[in-house]
Antibody, heavy 117, light 108 residues
């Protein structure tokens, strides 16, 4: 079955750029949408952005252009870059699969990111 | 932008029925998806398209959606159902998802 695994640094300094990668195993990255979703400690879920395998992308306007999402079909991976990190960006970051504007049917286990000097 | 409102908490005794609501303007015109999240774990899809159960989800989980409220119903509640539950729809022209604030289900 398809599985997702996030990877990246657990600690980022304020003002730096976060880089995370989600590796897709057990299936192809093609023909699906791939999103990043985060969850601050003790809070709810916040969608960050998505990319379709063709390159079409969209992101949460509240993040004001800080988001870059890319995809590497040869590696079956997609990535998130979030610039100008602050303490408010401390969260568990999840990657998830969906078929367009539908349910997120498969999630990664999540990776904890802490912003601190 | 659409806002989805969920009660922060719901408590229910074992074997009883839990109903978790998700309110939003004209939410009945959208497809609502529900996720279960246990402590320290990733969310799991339990209901999609208002009332469909993905493979492996017990029949005790059901959903409905009409007017301004969608409801997740859990029948014969078990201790293992204790979790946070989130509703979700796609807003705009289906270009961005919106999550409810989540409801913590406590099994007494």
């Amino acid at each position: 079955q398809v599985q997702l695994q996030e990877s990246g640094p657990g600690l980022v300094k304020p003002s730096e750029t976060l880089s995370l990668t989600c590796t897709v195993s057990g299936g192809s990255i093609s023909n699906y949408y791939w999103s990043w979703i985060r969850q601050p400690p003790g809070k709810g879920l916040e969608w960050i952005g998505y990319m379709y395998y063709t390159g079409n992308t969209n992101h949460n306007s509240s993040l004001r252009g800080r988001v870059t999402i890319s995809l590497d079909t040869s590696k079956n991976q997609f990535s998130l870059r979030l610039s100008s990190m602050t303490a408010a960006d401390t969260a568990v970051y999840y990657c998830a699969r969906h078929e367009g504007p539908h349910a997120f049917d498969i999630w990664g286990q999540g990776t904890v990111v802490t912003v601190s000097s | 932008s659409l806002v989805l409102t969920q009660s922060p908490s719901v408590s229910v005794a074992p074997e009883k029925t839990a109903r978790i609501s998700c309110g939003g303007t004209n939410i009945g015109s959208k497809s609502v998806h529900w996720y279960q999240q246990k402590p320290g774990q990733a969310p799991v899809l339990v209901i999609n398209y208002n009332s469909d159960r993905p493979s492996g989800i017990p029949e005790r989980f059901s959903g409905s959606n009409s007017g301004n409220t969608a409801t997740l119903t859990i029948s014969r509640v078990e201790a293992g159902d204790e979790a946070d539950y989130y509703c979700q729809v796609w807003d705009g022209r289906g270009d961005h998802p919106v999550f409810g604030g989540g409801t913590k289900l406590t099994v007494l």
